[in-house]
């Protein structure tokens, strides 16, 4: 069974980071490209970064480029969010998941950016 466990949320102010966690399980991990995907209230769920099975080659929505950085550890079938100079706009809840045919949805984890 497929598990994908997010955490490292929190509040903080304009300007701070944090970094997210996506721990998985279930599954070959380096055989996928996993990504991080946001949904702030009363919007869809969008795509932000993700990262091929291998590492290495990461992609980024025009909105967080240059602030997030998306990173992978196979050896603990983890994947990574660091965040940095966040925005009000950033509020949402944090989602990882596989990039094409997505498995079931996780819990997500909450990222509020006050002004």
């Known amino acids: 069974e497929v598990q994908l466990v997010e955490s490292g949320g929190g509040l903080v102010q304009a300007g701070g980071s944090l970094t997210l966690s996506c721990a998985a399980s279930?599954?070959?991990?380096?055989?996928?490209?996993i990504g991080w995907f946001r949904q702030a209230p009363g919007k869809e769920r969008e795509g932000v970064a993700c990262i091929r099975g291998s590492g290495g080659r990461a992609y980024y929505a025009e909105s967080v480029k240059g602030r997030f950085t998306i990173s992978r550890d196979n050896a603990k079938n983890t994947v990574y969010l660091q965040m940095n100079s966040l925005k009000p706009e950033d509020t949402a809840v944090y989602y990882c998941n596989r990039i094409g045919t997505r498995w079931p949805w996780g819990q997500g984890t909450q990222v509020t950016v006050s002004s």
């Open positions: 279930g599954f070959t991990f380096d055989d996928y490209a």
